[in-house]
């Protein structure tokens, strides 16, 4: 059963840069994860912010970036808003399936 | 603009099925497909499945694996999720999805399931 691991909360100052990783049980992250990031704040639907690594929608503010770093998928944001205050899910892709990290939550204190 | 929207609340007992729509509109249904994620009080997203609205391809997590089937009904741009042999531990909110390009875009409100005897 593939793992995918994410820290299980951090805290950030406002206006600070923090960054979010991703771990694979199977071994290093790759672009062949097809690496989306979500965003999720209490009682509302997921919403995607980054999806292949490191591309974003169009309703992805500019201070969430995506990328690969040391063998891992990570998300960093930098200028943290409060409002940036919520759970955070990487998502990758393995032959077919999709497997969820268990999710960061983002303090912003 | 893009809009998925979901059946409402389900309340069913242990061993029963559940099926869960998911009405898309404001795009062309057939070009994108579906995935079903779940999530359970206070707990992580979990993903449940995939259907290429299309053909009607389909893919399920190993978790879910005989107990989950994935539909979709073109001629109403409606997507189903059934799950069956429901336990208790089933109860979750259960969210679709639009699959474009390996991202999931636009998300249904969500559908509680509750099972409980």
């Known amino acids: 059963q593939t793992v995918v691991t994410q820290e299980p909360s951090l805290t950030v100052s406002p206006g600070g840069t923090v960054t979010l990783t991703c771990a694979s049980s199977t071994g290093a992250v790759t672009s062949g994860h097809y690496v989306n990031w979500f965003q999720q704040k209490p009682g509302q639907a997921p919403r995607s912010l980054i999806y292949h690594i490191t591309n974003k929608h169009s309703w992805t503010p500019a201070r969430f970036s995506g990328s690969l770093l040391g063998g891992k998928a990570a998300l960093t944001l930098s200028g943290v808003q409060p409002e940036d205050e919520a759970d955070y899910y990487c998502l990758l892709y393995f032959s077919h399936t999709w497997v969820y990290g268990g999710g960061t939550k983002l303090t912003v204190l | 603009q893009v809009q998925l929207v979901q059946s409402g609340i389900e309340v069913k007992t242990p061993g029963a099925s559940v099926k869960v729509s998911c009405k898309a509109s404001?795009?062309?249904?057939?070009?994108?497909?579906i995935s079903w994620v779940r999530q359970a009080p206070g707990q992580g997203l979990e993903w449940m499945g995939w259907?290429?609205?299309?053909?009607?391809?389909?893919n399920y997590a190993q978790n879910f694996q005989g107990r989950v089937t994935v539909t979709t009904d073109t001629s109403t741009s409606t997507a189903y999720m059934e799950l069956r042999s429901l336990r208790s531990d089933d109860t979750a909110l259960y969210y679709c999805a639009r699959d474009w390009d390996y991202s999931f875009d636009f998300w249904g409100q969500g559908t509680l399931v509750a099972v409980s005897s």
């Open positions: 404001g795009y062309p249904f057939t070009n994108f497909g």
């Open positions: 259907i290429n609205s299309h053909s009607g391809h389909t």
